[in-house]
């Protein structure tokens, strides 16, 4: 009697277990769920025929659609009609890659990027979209902005300029040719002090290597340049420093203005 009273309390005790660990199992699946449906990012899985096998809510978010309805649908037939092309193509190469990107926009019009992988087995496709309507709108933007900006440069009348921290010429606008009557891409690459007279270079380099050294703005800088046809300009200089996103110097930005013809206090004397 004492054996099988033993006996059953091990399995009481073994069953106890056994249900604790189904619990902790579907309280891990419970929060998989929530991360899978919640995610930042639209997930889906395409099986045979490009048929949706699973969804999430952020995908059902961005195409507009309740889950029931888009399982076992065509995952082309939701895509813009003008890129289905591509995406056919790109789940073609997947089957060959295994994995790799598409960009394409959703009937709806939403632009989206899309990272896929195929399983080993090469039945199902696991697709991560993400939205990059900000990222489009963003770039618009600075497309729209960048037009203005060069439009701006190329009616001025002053030569806008960029060089790097060695003082080469990495931009200069076409308003160069007015001023030195060199074309931008006979300058770029070059330094300011190419196009000086020999004295005249030697004293802006030291003037540049203090600059560039407390990477700080500088303002009305005379300084004299020989144009193509060798005759002599006399230049005011002003420019800032600039920094890229770590916070690094890498140049200045700046203008050059034409002033040969201004009396100055510095070619009187």
């Avoid at 699973?54 to 939701?78: A, M, S």
């Avoid at 000086?196 to 009305?220: C, K, S, T, Y």
Wanted: aromatic content about 8%; some cysteine; hydrophobic content about 35%.
């Amino acid at each position: 009697m004492n054996d099988l009273s033993a006996q059953n309390q091990e399995l009481e005790r073994q069953n106890q277990q056994l249900l604790d660990a189904y619990a902790q199992l579907d309280q891990v699946l419970a929060q998989y769920a929530e991360l899978y449906d919640c995610a930042p990012v639209g997930y889906l899985t395409i099986g045979e025929g490009r048929r949706i096998e699973k969804v999430n809510l952020t995908c059902c978010t961005l195409l507009q659609r309740d889950r029931v309805v888009l399982l076992g649908k065509d995952f082309v037939e939701l895509v813009a009609k003008e890129d289905r092309a591509a995406l056919l193509d790109y789940l073609d190469r997947l089957f060959c890659h295994r994995d790799g990107e598409c960009e394409v926009r959703l009937y709806n019009g939403t632009p989206v990027l899309l990272e896929s992988a195929v399983s080993q087995e090469h039945r199902e496709c696991r697709i991560v979209m993400l939205d990059v309507s900000r990222q489009k709108q963003v770039e618009g933007a600075l497309r729209e902005s960048e037009k203005r900006f060069k439009a701006l440069v190329e009616v001025t009348s002053d030569l806008v300029w960029e060089v790097d921290g060695r003082g080469v010429y990495t931009y200069v606008s076409p308003k160069v040719f007015d001023l030195l009557g060199y074309t931008p891409e006979e300058v770029v690459g070059k330094t300011p002090f190419d196009f000086m007279p020999r004295h005249e270079a030697d004293r802006l380099l030291v003037i540049f290597a203090g600059l560039a050294a407390r990477q700080e703005p500088f303002h009305n800088l005379e300084n004299v340049n020989t144009r193509k046809d060798g005759n002599e300009v006399l230049l005011e200089t002003s420019g800032v420093p600039i920094f890229d996103g770590g916070g690094v110097f890498c140049g200045f930005r700046g203008i050059d203005r034409d002033i040969t013809f201004r009396p100055s206090p510095r070619r009187e004397g």
